[in-house]
C-alpha cells in the first residue's frame, strides 16, 4: 500500500506541474494516501471490531480513489495508460479489502 501512495504523490505532483490542476489531484491525494495509512492504524487496532472499522473505512477511501482517477481520466488529465496503471492497481487494493473486510466480519458473526 505504501508503494501506491507513492504512485498517488507522483500523480498529484504530475497533475500540478504539467496540467495545473490543483483541485481535483488533491482529492486523489487525500483519499489515495489514506488508504495505507488507515491499513497502517489497523495493524495495532484495539479490538477486531475496530480492526474491522479502520479496514473498512480504507475500503472506502480506495473505492473514492478509483472515482477520482476515473474523473481525472475522463476530463483529459490523465491519460490512458496512466489511467490503466494506477485503476488497475486500485481495483486490486479494493477486491483485497473487500475480502479482507468480508472475512473479518464473518468471524465477527460467528
Known amino acids: 500500500m505504501y508503494a501506491f501512495a507513492i504512485r498517488i504523490v507522483n ?4 497533475l500540478g506541474q504539467t496540467h495545473r490542476e490543483f483541485v481535483l489531484s488533491k482529492q486523489l491525494l487525500r483519499c489515495g494516501t489514506s488508504i495505507g495509512a488507515l491499513i497502517r492504524e ?3 487496532a484495539q479490538s477486531e471490531a475496530d480492526f474491522l472499522n479502520k ?4 475500503l472506502k477511501e ?3 480513489t478509483l472515482y477520482w482517477i476515473s474523473l481525472l481520466k475522463d476530463t483529459g488529465y490523465l491519460d ?4 490503466q496503471s494506477i485503476n488497475n492497481d486500485c481495483t486490486e487494493i479494493v477486491a483485497i479489502l473487500a475480502s479482507i473486510v468480508k472475512s473479518t466480519k464473518s468471524k465477527l458473526n460467528k
Open 11 to 14: 500523480a498529484y505532483k504530475f
Open 80 to 83: 490512458e495508460a496512466i489511467y
Open 42 to 44: 489497523a495493524e495495532h
Open 55 to 58: 479496514m473498512n473505512i480504507a
Open 62 to 64: 480506495a473505492n473514492e
